[in-house]
């Protein structure tokens, strides 16, 4: 990586209020290299330029890094190629990490970047969110972007995480909390937390943190295509 390129990361790392070891930045560089060395391989993000990366995939995905709780249980719905995932299990080696995504190819990558990276913290599973039973009320902490909107996203979430848990919702702006108010009340996920930060290019970012403050009704999460055709 080019100096500048690698002072413009301290810098966001710095200003997202997230400190790293040598050890964990050269990580977050290595794992650019995978990530391009794969997409010639197979699609998984249309953004290579290093700068671009940097910005858009490494500091983006850091910015939740204070928000979750020490040793917490995570699960990313819709990681792609790992993101926010990736970055947030090389930050925070006190938190265990599942990226879950639909696509095989996805969550492969992803494993075999973890392998490479020597991360322990991360293991990846392929399958649908609103599918894995076997994961249901397993997560304090769950994560996703540019999977869904937000009424959707709830919907896949809520199912995942226990209750106390928080979802964190990575989007430009806030401007989805109003259509998803209904999907707030019906899946019992009350809003505790709008973080606006600005990417050190200038775009404006919002995470929006739920709380689950009850069980999910059995009725939920309901198979994908109503989830589709009937937002809550
Ligand atoms: N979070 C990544 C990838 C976003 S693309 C990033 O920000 O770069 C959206 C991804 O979500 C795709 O890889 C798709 O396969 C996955 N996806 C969409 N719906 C899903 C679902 N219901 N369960 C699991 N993965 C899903």
Known sequence: MDEKNLDLLLT????????????QLCSLVKFYELTMEANERFNLTAITDERDFIIKHIADSLAAAPLIPVGARLIDIGAGAGFPSVP???????IR???????LKKTTFIADSAMKLGLENISAVAGRAEEQTSLFNSFDVATARAVAKLNVLLELAAPLIKVGGLFIAYKADDSELSISQNAQKALNMALREVKEFVLPNGDPRALLVFEKTAETQKKYPRRYSLIKKSPL
């Not at 947030?88 to 006190?94: G, K, P, T, V, Y």
């Not at 990490?97 to 696509?103: R, W």
């Open 88 to 94: 947030l299990a090389i930050a925070r080696a006190d």
């Open 12 to 23: 966001s790392l710095k200003n997202l209020g997230v400190s790293l070891t040598d050890k």
């Open 97 to 103: 990490v599942t990226a879950l995504d639909s696509t």
